[in-house]
Structures are given as C-alpha cells and as structure tokens.
C-alpha cells in the first residue's frame, strides 16, 4: 500500500472538538506537513492522529492495523521527568532543585546504549547527562524530546513545530535526522505553521484552516523554495499602529536614566558547571540590542540576571537603571521597570483566570489572584486583545489555548506594560507568517514612539526588527 492514513470521515472529533474534512485526505507515507495559521487545528488534527481512531465519530484507516503513532510537543517535558517545576524562577534556584532530576536520572536504563550515544551525538547533547531538566534551554529540551521519541522507533513520528527555538546548526541536523529514520521506514507528520520549515525531502502538504482539512498538495520534485512560496499565507493580521494604546504615565523617572543595564565580568556557575563566564556588557537608555547564541549558550540565564530573577545577580557586578545591584533596591521595582517573555516563561507559565484577566495583570506583575484587576485595565487588556486580533480568546482560559495563541497572549501581557526595558527572547515562536509580520511592526512602533530600551534574542536573523542597532553574541 502507498498510504499511510487514510482520514475517511467527513469530520473528526476530539474531545469537544470537530474538524471538516471535505476531502477525504489521505496521508502518503514519507515526510508530510499538516500546515495552517495560528489556531487552524493542527495541534488537535495531531492529537486526532495519534489518539482519536477509537472515537465512534472517526473513521480513520492504516496502511495497517495497530500502528504505533507517537507525538511530542514541547510541554511534554513536565509528564517525561515526571514533575512540573512550580513556578519559572525556581529553575535558578539552586537550593529548590534538588528535587529535580538530572537528565541522567530519567534515563538512566537508556542513556549509557549505544543507540542514545549515537542520537545524543547527533544531536549534540553529549554534555547534558548531569544537568537538572530545568536547566535546559528551550531548544536543549526540544531536543532531548526528539531523542526519547527516536529511542524506540514508531512507525508514525508527529513533531508540533520541532524547529522553533532551534538554531541554524541544530535545524539542519533535525532536519538530517528526519531523513534517517524516514530512511528506516518511520513516516514523519510535522506540524508547521511557517513554509520556510518545510523539510527539504518534504513529500506533501496538507493545509488546514478554521479548523478545515484542505486538500492535500503533492510536492512531485518541484523545487523546494518554489513549494515553501506556494504555502507563504498571506491571510490579513495586520495592526493599525496609530490605534495601539498610548504609554501610560510611568511612576518612575525613565527619561534621566543614562546606563540601563551594565554587566562587569559577570559569571554564573552551578557546582562544578559554568554557564557564564566573564561576561560583560552595557546597554543605555534608548538602545535597541539583538542577543545571538547557539543553544544552551547561556543566553537565558544572562536574561535572569537582568530580569532579577537568578539569585546570583547578588554576587554579580551587576548595575540596572543606575543603580548597583544589592544597594538596597527591590525586586519589584526593577521588575516594574521591565517587559520580559521566553519560551521558558512561556513553558511555566500557570495564570489563572481567563485571557482578558490574564492580560490586564501583566500591568501589575502578577500572575493569579494577587492583586485586584480595575476596570480601567481590563479595559486596556481588551484593547490590546482586539489590536492582536485574538479579542475572540478574552473569555477563554490559558490551557485550552493552541501554543500560538497563547503566545500571542503573553506578548499582549507583555506590551501592555509600555516597560522602560523591554526583553524579548525568541518572541515570535510558533506564529504563523502574517502574525510575526505584525508583531514585529508593534515591537518597531512601540520602540520608537515610547522610547524604550530592547533587548531581543532570536536563532532567526529574517526576524530580527528593524529597530535593532547594536548585537552581541555569546
């Protein structure tokens, strides 16, 4: 048989959810991409796929009975080590991990086999073994995801935007490793909502949208680049800069402040591990700053320091704002000052409440019920709902929300706060073309008319904004 699933329903359901499927799409065997927008139902086609064949509304057929179908995406982490960390900060915290497992822990009865050394090494994770889970980078963790998935070969692999997070070097070597275990017989379903990730030895697309399977798109040797174009959607996100809402008033004086951030031979060591080593940098009022790396580089803990997170700022020669860290300063009056997202963040974070409620406390800092929300913020919260055009989530709760989405959602949360400093690290994953297009227009308007200071961290050069006039690199 040349197939690998047949979808025959005319719709598919997941729990509460249901997909149109007009056209009766097959998937070939290979490599096939299922590609959509932001919320076009990927992540639960996906879930469709490996999940819902016993479902008395799916009609779905393999090449044949009982294949074993695997995905992974990136919150897998907290069910693979077996904890969820409470709460983002604690991942510096040297005192609150011992709980936490070493990636050595987890696999134990697998890491020292010749099949992880060989995949470890592809990968390049030979160094990872004593590291706290954690400890890990984003993309350290997409990674070792990959290689626990790639342990036990399935016949089917699903990857939900294996490549967001990752850098040139790493893209290209997940790319060599989808070749080799196609090589061995394994399908692989990516989940992509961006053309210019699609495999080089990509057999077929299948667009999705509105929560709709379109008929699929055989590649048929036609040349990669002109087949990445022919699936660059052009669906209309853009933002009315002049409506963005105005800087409120801040209650600190950001215009006399002359050093924003000035790092002195800073390091940061956990045992016997370094992850910053003499590292130094100034940053002044007003500039605009991209933050370049390989992974596991030690970009996202330089940012913890920044941000007040890492409890080793205090034993740093660390000055933020103008004034020396440990001087008698507290955390909430630098955080007050600052706008910060990760895909860390992203990965940890548990607020509470719905969209619209979890957007207005990003004008206080606060995640949960700390602080009372006022209608004048809620308000605000909205309009920067609407301005995104994500207005339709406001009453939705964070965790039923496609990673896209919510990553729209923490930007919102982010930009509301108009911040003095403004920290940006890999803000546009997993949004779609048109979505990081308008983003990056906000982050080059918002720069310019509030006169905020930026810090941006990307693996993408395309993404970087245009606003950005100074770089450094770990």
């Known amino acids: 048989m040349d197939f690998l699933i047949k979808l025959k329903s005319d719709y598919l359901r997941y729990r509460e959810a249901k997909i149109l499927n007009p056209h009766h799409v097959t998937i070939p065997r290979g490599i096939t991409a299922i590609m959509g927008p932001n919320g076009a139902g990927k992540t639960m086609l996906g879930n469709i796929l490996e999940k819902g064949w016993n479902f008395c509304t799916n009609s779905i057929e393999g090449y044949r009975d009982r294949l074993i179908i695997r995905k992974i995406e990136f919150a897998d982490i907290h069910s693979l080590a077996g904890f969820k960390v409470e709460y983002y900060q604690q991942r510096f915290e040297s005192m609150m991990n011992d709980e936490v497992p070493t990636v050595a822990e987890i696999f134990h009865n697998r890491i020292n086999t010749p099949r992880w050394q060989e995949l470890a090494t592809n990968l390049r994770l030979n160094d990872i073994a004593t590291k706290h889970v954690n400890f890990l980078s984003s993309g350290e963790l997409r990674k070792l995801l990959i290689v626990n998935l790639l342990f036990d070969l399935p016949d089917v692999l699903i990857l939900d935007n294996p490549y967001i997070g990752l850098d040139a070097a790493s893209r290209e070597i997940l790319n060599d490793t989808i070749s080799s275990i196609v090589a061995q017989g394994v399908s692989v379903i990516l989940l992509l909502c961006n053309p210019v990730d699609l495999h080089p030895a990509i057999d077929c697309v299948i667009p999705i949208d509105k929560m709709e399977i379109k008929e699929r798109v055989m590649r048929n040797g036609v040349e990669i680049k002109q087949f990445q174009r022919s699936?660059?959607?052009?669906?209309?996100?853009?933002?009315?800069?002049?409506?963005?809402?105005?800087?409120?008033?801040?209650?600190?004086?950001?215009?006399?402040?002359?050093?924003?951030?000035?790092?002195?031979?800073?390091?940061?060591?956990?045992?016997?591990?370094?992850?910053?080593?003499?590292?130094?940098?100034?940053?002044?009022?007003?500039?605009?700053?991209?933050?370049?790396?390989?992974?596991?580089?030690?970009?996202?803990?330089?940012?913890?320091?920044?941000?007040?997170?890492?409890?080793?700022?205090?034993?740093?020669?660390?000055?933020?704002?103008?004034?020396?860290?440990?001087?008698?300063?507290?955390?909430?009056?630098?955080?007050?000052?600052?706008?910060?997202?990760?895909?860390?963040?992203?990965?940890?974070?548990?607020?509470?409440?719905?969209?619209?409620?979890?957007?207005?406390?990003?004008?206080?800092?606060?995640?949960?019920?700390?602080?009372?929300?006022?209608?004048?913020?809620?308000?605000?919260?909205?309009?920067?709902?609407?301005?995104?055009?994500?207005?339709?989530?406001?009453?939705?709760?964070?965790?039923?929300?496609?990673?896209?989405?919510?990553?729209?959602?923490?930007?919102?949360?982010?930009?509301?706060?108009?911040?003095?400093?403004?920290?940006?690290?890999?803000?546009?994953?997993?949004?779609?073309?048109?979505?990081?297009?308008?983003?990056?227009?906000?982050?080059?308007?918002?720069?310019?008319?509030?006169?905020?200071?930026?810090?941006?961290?990307?693996?993408?050069?395309?993404?970087?904004?245009?606003?950005?006039?100074?770089?450094?690199?770990?």
């Open 231 to 474: 699936f660059d959607y052009l669906f209309d996100y853009a933002i009315n800069l002049e409506n963005l809402p105005s800087c409120p008033k801040r209650d600190y004086d950001d215009k006399n402040t002359e050093v924003v951030l000035s790092l002195n031979n800073c390091n940061v060591k956990y045992g016997k591990r370094t992850i910053i080593n003499n590292v130094s940098w100034t940053i002044r009022n007003k500039e605009c700053w991209a933050l370049f790396g390989p992974n596991g580089s030690g970009k996202s803990t330089l940012l913890s320091l920044v941000h007040a997170d890492n409890p080793q700022g205090y034993s740093n020669d660390i000055t933020l704002f103008d004034r020396r860290r440990g001087s008698g300063e507290s955390i909430w009056e630098i955080k007050k000052r600052i706008g910060y997202i990760s895909p860390e963040m992203h990965l940890y974070f548990n607020g509470s409440g719905d969209i619209k409620t979890i957007v207005a406390q990003g004008l206080n800092d606060t995640v949960g019920l700390f602080c009372q929300v006022k209608p004048q913020q809620m308000q605000r919260a909205m309009h920067w709902l609407q301005m995104l055009h994500i207005e339709h989530l406001a009453d939705r709760r964070f965790n039923t929300l496609s990673a896209g989405e919510q990553r729209l959602v923490l930007l919102a949360r982010t930009f509301i706060k108009h911040p003095q400093l403004l920290i940006l690290d890999e803000p546009l994953h997993g949004l779609d073309s048109a979505r990081k297009r308008s983003i990056r227009s906000v982050i080059n308007h918002l720069v310019a008319r509030d006169h905020i200071t930026l810090i941006y961290v990307t693996h993408y050069l395309p993404e970087v904004p245009e606003c950005i006039t100074h770089t450094k690199t770990l």
